[in-house]
């Protein structure tokens, strides 16, 4: 099985739960490539919240970085086979964008490509209070066939450190990515 994701990593708080993602895609045998995407303010967040740059991330094994200004990248293409995309953390901003159709960047036309497709598109919003444009969006995304799971992690596990939140959380979007990974936080009830 060589399965191929895209990762977004957008300019919200909350980075180090797209870099969880990252680490946990990267390491998983089943997973071939993954295309990394950091708008230009996700960069910022990346370097203000954890210290790593896009470089940083892109020596991960399995890592492609793409510009994101690059609209004419494989991933923004419908013929480009690859198994979905998750934007973690996804901004107010993106979600506004992808919610409209506005392809400006990678970003948002890799998301579209995947709502067109029918392919898995896992949106991790990070944005708190939400206003009714917010929800409203929210809910056009979810129409559209995305899955809309906003930066909640869970304490059932019993988070001992941060790192335990992101894996837990992490988790879960690995899951609605249909790549569903053995975790002794799981719920046992």
Same mark, same amino acid.
């Not at 957008?10 to 490539?33: D, K």
């Not at 210290?51 to 892109?58: E, I």
């Given at each position: 099985?060589?399965?191929?994701?895209?990762?977004?990593?957008?300019?919200?708080?909350? $980075?180090?739960?797209?870099?969880? &993602?990252?680490? !946990?895609?990267?390491?998983?045998?089943?997973? +071939?490539?993954?295309? %990394?995407? =950091?708008?230009?303010?996700?960069?910022?967040?990346?370097?203000?919240?954890?210290?790593?740059?896009?470089?940083?991330?892109?020596?991960?094994?399995?890592?492609?970085?793409?510009?994101?200004?690059?609209?004419?990248?494989?991933?923004?293409?419908?013929?480009?086979?690859?198994?979905?995309?998750?934007?973690?953390?996804?901004?107010?901003?993106?979600?506004?964008?992808?919610? $409209?159709?506005?392809?400006?960047? &990678?970003?948002? !036309?890799?998301?579209?490509?995947?709502?067109? +497709?029918?392919?898995? %598109?896992? =949106?991790?919003?990070?944005?708190?209070?939400?206003?009714?444009?917010?929800?409203?969006?929210?809910?056009?995304?979810?129409?559209?066939?995305?899955?809309?799971?906003?930066?909640?992690?869970?304490?059932?596990?019993?988070?001992?450190?941060?790192?335990?939140?992101?894996?837990?959380?992490?988790?879960?979007?690995?899951?609605?990515?249909?790549?569903?990974?053995?975790?002794?936080?799981?719920?046992?009830?």
């Amino acid at each position: 099985m060589s399965l191929r994701f895209t990762l977004a990593i957008t300019g919200a708080s909350g $980075s180090a739960f797209g870099v969880a &993602l990252l680490r !946990r895609l990267s390491a998983n045998p089943a997973v +071939e490539h993954i295309a %990394l995407l =950091l708008s230009s303010t996700g960069k910022r967040c990346l370097y203000d919240e954890t210290g790593l740059t896009p470089k940083d991330l892109a020596a991960l094994p399995k890592v492609g970085l793409r510009d994101e200004r690059d609209l004419g990248a494989d991933i923004s293409s419908g013929s480009y086979r690859h198994d979905g995309m998750a934007i973690v953390p996804c901004s107010a901003g993106a979600l506004g964008r992808i919610a $409209s159709g506005v392809s400006e960047s &990678l970003v948002s !036309r890799a998301a579209d490509v995947c709502l067109k +497709e029918r392919r898995p %598109l896992v =949106l991790c919003l990070r944005e708190t209070p939400l206003n009714r444009i917010h929800l409203e969006n929210m809910l056009r995304v979810h129409d559209a066939g995305a899955v809309v799971m906003p930066i909640m992690p869970g304490f059932y596990s019993g988070p001992k450190s941060l790192d335990d939140l992101f894996d837990t959380f992490t988790t879960r979007v690995l899951d609605q990515l249909g790549l569903s990974e053995s975790d002794p936080r799981r719920w046992k009830g």
